[in-house]
Structure formats: C-alpha cells, structure tokens
C-alpha cells in the first residue's frame, strides 16, 4: 500500500514545553485512521501539522511526497473538520458550500446538497446562529462531500446528538465505500467508531504508544479470566497490561496474542478467553505505558 504520509522524527516544542517527542509513522492511501489519546496528547498538534497550519520544531513531515507549509499542490488534496470550525459572522450555510465547492478539486454538489437535507440544515440561516450540534453538522457535510483523498476530522461532533453522529457514520462507510479516501478521524467515543477504524494511532504526552491495524489489535488484545493462581501461571512471560483480582479470582489484559496452543491449554485448564474492545484497551495500554515509564511524566 502506498503512503500518503510519512513522518520521520517529528518533533513540537513551544518554548520549553514538548508537546510531540520524536515520532515516525506513516499513512496509508485509502484508509480510515484513528487518532486516539487522551487530552492534550498532541493528536490536534499533529493534525494541524499535516494540513501545513504548524511547522514541525524539528523532523520531517512530508503529506502527497511534499513538504504540506504553503505548498498549494498539498493543501488541495486535503480538508481538514476541526472541532468548532470558525466561520465568518455573515456567512449563511450556503456561503460556506458555495466557498467549499471553489476549494476542494472533489467537491460533489449534489452530495452536499443531500448531506444537508438529512442533516436538516437551514441554507439561508447564518452559520454563528446554529446551534453546536448543527455547526458540527456543517463541517461533517463540508468534510464528506470534501472528498478530498485526504480528509480529517478533529473531534467533528462537538454538541451532535447520537442520531446525527450515527448518520455521520454509516455516510462515512458508504461514501469511503464508494470513494476511497485517507480519512483520519480524532475522537474521544472510541466505542463508537471502532468499528469503521481500520488503522489506530494511540497518542499519549507526545508519543507514540500504538500503531497498529485494528484487526490486528482484535487478534492480540485479550481477557483471561479464571482462578487467580491459575491465570498468573498461564500468563507468564507473556506482556500483561491489566491486572485485576476479586476473590480467588483474576482477570488478566493480554496484549501479545494467544497460539492456537495457547488457546487450547487455556480451555483444559478452564481459563475463559474474551476479546477487548478498543476502548478498553486504549484506557489499559496508556495506563501500563505510564507506570511503567514508557511514557514520560
Ligand atoms: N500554542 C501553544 N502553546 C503552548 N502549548 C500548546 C500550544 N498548542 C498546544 N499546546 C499544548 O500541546 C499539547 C497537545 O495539545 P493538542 O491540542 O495537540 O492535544 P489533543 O490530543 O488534540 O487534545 P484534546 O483531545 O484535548 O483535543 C497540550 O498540552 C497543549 O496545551
């Protein structure tokens, strides 16, 4: 697959204060990313890099094979949905598609246009007298029918009710089905969009904690669960990020996989195996990295 992306070093300093420590990744083409961690973990910081909006203090950052600061080419082939899009106070909804439809090579007007109907978004009212939720509506529609073959939204639904967010979701899938694109998506409701994530990026104080498919994290991220002295043996010298204990009982976070033969002696010696969910492990593998030092405090 190839990169869209590719980071190598990257560095964010203000002043003294570190906000991104040395990070590599790359980003695949046609690919929906998830951007997690905690607040302040540097996720807007590296987004606001990509869009060329931050210059790194140190590092290379290269978006499309190009250096993205002021370049034209780059920025064209890129949307960037933050959360609380400012908007100038006079422009109605339809300014903001009109303006959208000059920016983005992509833009499907007759999509937008559908996108606003079920988003039951009035064209005429100014953007500055929606409500939140609408406004987050207006940059998901911006966003989608963007098509942009790099499209990023920063915690997009600030104020969205659940139904909203949930048509924000099956669009995405469907549209992304259509038309595939480079969506990165930042979000605190990991449950919530761990389903359409095919790539995650766990971001924590600046690092890189995670950096995986998500499939693969379905096949290594489990809960063992049995008789305290039972599970502690099975579990040796395997990575154990969660620990807890009721009773004579455990229930244990493995995050290196299970052998079929793993799998197999768990049964026999009556260890129940459940798989985590994304947002369990997100909350476990942050908290395993700072106690035990990977991330610096
Ligand atoms: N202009 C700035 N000057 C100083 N520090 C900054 C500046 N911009 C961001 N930071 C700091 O950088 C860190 C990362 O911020 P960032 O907005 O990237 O986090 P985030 O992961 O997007 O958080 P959230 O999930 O809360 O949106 C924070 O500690 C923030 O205070």
């Given at each position: 697959m190839e990169?869209i992306?590719?980071?190598?070093g990257?560095?964010?300093?203000?002043r003294?204060?570190?906000?991104?420590?040395?990070?590599n990744?790359?980003i695949?083409?046609?690919?929906?990313y998830?951007?997690?961690g905690?607040n302040?973990?540097g996720?807007?910081?590296l987004m606001k890099m990509?869009?060329?909006?931050?210059?790194?203090?140190?590092g290379?950052?290269?978006?499309?094979?190009e250096?993205?600061y002021?370049?034209r080419?780059?920025?064209?082939?890129?949307?960037?949905i933050k959360?609380?899009?400012?908007y100038?106070?006079?422009?109605k909804?339809?300014?903001?598609?009109d303006?959208s439809?000059?920016?983005f090579p992509n833009?499907?007007?007759?999509?937008?246009?559908s996108l606003?109907?079920?988003f039951q978004l009035?064209l005429k009212?100014?953007v500055?007298?929606?409500?939140?939720?609408m406004?987050?509506?207006?940059g998901i529609?911006?966003g989608?029918?963007?098509r942009?073959?790099?499209?990023?939204?920063?915690?997009?639904?600030?104020?969205?009710d659940?139904?909203?967010?949930s048509v924000?979701y099956?669009?995405?899938i469907?549209?992304?089905?259509e038309y595939p694109?480079?969506?990165v998506l930042s979000?605190h409701?990991?449950?919530?969009?761990?389903k359409?994530?095919?790539?995650v990026?766990l971001?924590?104080?600046g690092e890189?904690?995670w950096d995986?498919?998500?499939?693969k994290?379905?096949?290594?991220a489990f809960?063992?669960?049995g008789?305290k002295?039972v599970v502690?043996?099975?579990?040796s010298?395997?990575?154990v990020?969660?620990?807890?204990t009721?009773g004579?009982?455990?229930?244990l976070?493995?995050?290196?996989?299970l052998s079929k033969e793993?799998?197999?002696?768990?049964?026999t010696?009556g260890?129940q195996?459940e798989?985590?969910?994304l947002?369990?492990f997100?909350v476990?593998?942050?908290?395993?990295?700072?106690?035990k030092?990977g991330?610096?405090?």
């Amino acid at each position: 697959m190839e990169d869209i992306v590719e980071i190598r070093g990257l560095e964010k300093s203000y002043r003294d204060v570190s906000v991104l420590k040395h990070i590599n990744c790359a980003i695949g083409a046609n690919k929906i990313y998830g951007f997690l961690g905690r607040n302040g973990a540097g996720k807007t910081t590296l987004m606001k890099m990509l869009c060329g909006q931050l210059l790194p203090t140190q590092g290379e950052l290269k978006v499309f094979g190009e250096k993205p600061y002021e370049n034209r080419r780059v920025l064209s082939q890129i949307c960037f949905i933050k959360e609380s899009q400012k908007y100038p106070d006079v422009f109605k909804v339809k300014d903001v598609l009109d303006i959208s439809e000059s920016i983005f090579p992509n833009w499907d007007k007759e999509y937008a246009y559908s996108l606003i109907e079920e988003f039951q978004l009035p064209l005429k009212r100014r953007v500055k007298a929606l409500s939140r939720g609408m406004t987050s509506s207006v940059g998901i529609v911006i966003g989608l029918a963007s098509r942009a073959p790099l499209t990023i939204f920063d915690e997009p639904y600030l104020g969205l009710d659940a139904v909203a967010r949930s048509v924000f979701y099956d669009r995405l899938i469907e549209d992304y089905s259509e038309y595939p694109r480079t969506i990165v998506l930042s979000t605190h409701l990991i449950d919530e969009v761990s389903k359409i994530l095919e790539h995650v990026i766990l971001i924590e104080q600046g690092e890189i904690l995670w950096d995986e498919d998500a499939e693969k994290l379905r096949g290594k991220a489990f809960k063992i669960i049995g008789d305290k002295a039972v599970v502690e043996a099975f579990a040796s010298g395997k990575e154990v990020i969660d620990r807890e204990t009721l009773g004579g009982m455990a229930s244990l976070t493995i995050s290196d996989g299970l052998s079929k033969e793993e799998r197999q002696k768990a049964e026999t010696v009556g260890i129940q195996i459940e798989p985590l969910s994304l947002q369990q492990f997100v909350v476990q593998l942050t908290q395993y990295k700072r106690n035990k030092g990977g991330v610096s405090s």
